[in-house]
């Protein structure tokens, strides 16, 4: 959703003014969770297009997967079943 080339050129000329550096952290897949993560390859060109345009950038690794703490894994357990995780709605007012 947010690796696009347009995304990448928008986070590069924010973070630039910062001095920043970007952790890129993929998300994981999570039962219930419409939403997927990147492919391994874009997340690396992604990272190296940041570099080429002058951000020092890192991709994290993963962790916490196997207790459903990974980044992106928002999953409920209750009982000893997971339950389908709902995205919030935005506030039309």
């Not at 952790?23 to 940041?50: H, M």
């Amino acid at each position: 959703m947010n690796d696009t080339d347009q995304a990448m050129f928008e986070l590069a000329h924010y973070a630039r003014d910062l001095r920043a550096h970007v952790n890129l952290i993929p998300l994981n897949p999570t039962p219930g969770y419409l939403v997927r993560g990147s492919r391994p390859e874009r997340v690396t060109e992604f990272r190296d297009g940041l570099e080429e345009l002058g951000i020092n950038a890192t991709v994290r690794n993963t962790r916490g997967r196997s207790i459903d703490a990974a980044c992106g894994q928002l999953a409920a357990v209750t009982n000893g079943r997971r339950a389908a995780v709902r995205l919030r709605q935005r506030s039309t007012d």
